[in-house]
């Protein structure tokens, strides 16, 4: 029942927004009574608690599941691009973003908030490096490309929410690759083309 429960403020989240996530809607959407959903969260700020480490926990799977899709002989360099890319979007990363947005100005949901989230984008840098690494071992450029690659995919990806261009996003994308390979001493300008589509 919890689980049931937290997935409907998740489908809220994602489709109503912060502001329209209420516990009202979530009972609504769970199809439980209102003494079921109080058992379980007797409060708004129980219940955002429980759907931060819900989606901490969904969020860690998300990316062991991407890291284990990625084949073990290949461009290292674009696998690492890729899945960093991958864990911004899709409807744990919405629901994830509606989050962000009401921690801002609530302080209580803040500090429950900002722990998970910075474990989780610690443990993002940690598999994004390790990849990078697997091409580049020794390389001591890897730890700040690897921190560029997680911050430009994660702005890409919130700019690709409001204008809807997922093609420029993954024109964006390429380029960002092209960049980081030059930045790794693994091309030249001159050897890679600008990608315009």
Same mark, same amino acid.
């Given at each position: 029942?919890?689980t049931?429960?937290?997935?409907?403020?998740?489908?809220g989240?994602?489709?109503?927004?912060?502001s329209?996530?209420?516990t009202?809607?979530?009972?609504k959407?769970?199809?439980?009574?209102?003494?079921?959903?109080?058992?379980? $969260?007797?409060?708004?700020?129980?219940?955002?608690?429980?759907?931060v480490?819900?989606?901490?926990?969904r969020?860690?799977?998300?990316?062991?599941?991407?890291?284990a899709?990625?084949?073990?002989?290949g461009?290292?360099?674009?696998?690492?691009?890729?899945l960093?890319?991958?864990?911004f979007?899709?409807?744990? $990363?919405?629901?994830a973003?509606?989050?962000?947005v009401?921690?801002r100005?609530?302080p209580?949901?803040?500090?429950?908030?900002?722990?998970?989230?910075?474990r989780? $984008?610690a443990?993002?840098?940690?598999t994004v490096?390790?990849?990078?690494?697997?091409?580049f071992?020794?390389d001591?450029?890897?730890?700040?490309?690897?921190? $560029?690659t997680?911050?430009?995919?994660?702005?890409?990806?919130?700019?690709?929410?409001?204008?809807?261009?997922?093609?420029?996003?993954r024109?964006?994308?390429?380029r960002?690759?092209n960049?980081?390979?030059?930045l790794?001493?693994?091309?030249?300008?001159?050897?890679?083309?600008?990608?315009?589509?």
């Open positions: 029942m919890r049931r429960l937290l997935e409907a403020a998740v489908a989240l994602v489709e109503a927004g912060y329209g996530t209420t009202l809607a979530v009972q959407r769970a199809g439980v009574p209102r003494g079921t959903l109080q058992h379980h $969260f007797p409060t708004k700020a129980d219940l955002l608690t429980g759907v480490e819900f989606l901490a926990a969020r860690s799977a998300q990316l062991a599941s991407e890291l899709a990625i084949p073990p002989t461009d290292r360099l674009a696998a690492a691009v890729e960093s890319s991958a864990m979007t899709g409807p744990t $990363f919405l629901a973003l509606e989050i962000w009401g921690a100005t609530d209580e949901l803040l500090a429950t908030f900002l722990p998970l989230e910075e989780l $984008f443990l993002m840098y940690t490096r390790d990849i990078f690494r697997a091409e071992p020794n001591p450029r890897v730890p700040t490309i690897t921190e $560029f997680i911050e430009i995919m994660s702005g890409l990806a919130m700019r690709a929410l409001l204008t809807g261009r997922v093609d420029r996003t024109i964006l994308q390429r960002w690759q960049a980081a390979r030059i790794l001493g693994a091309a030249t300008p001159d050897t890679l083309l600008d990608t315009a589509q």
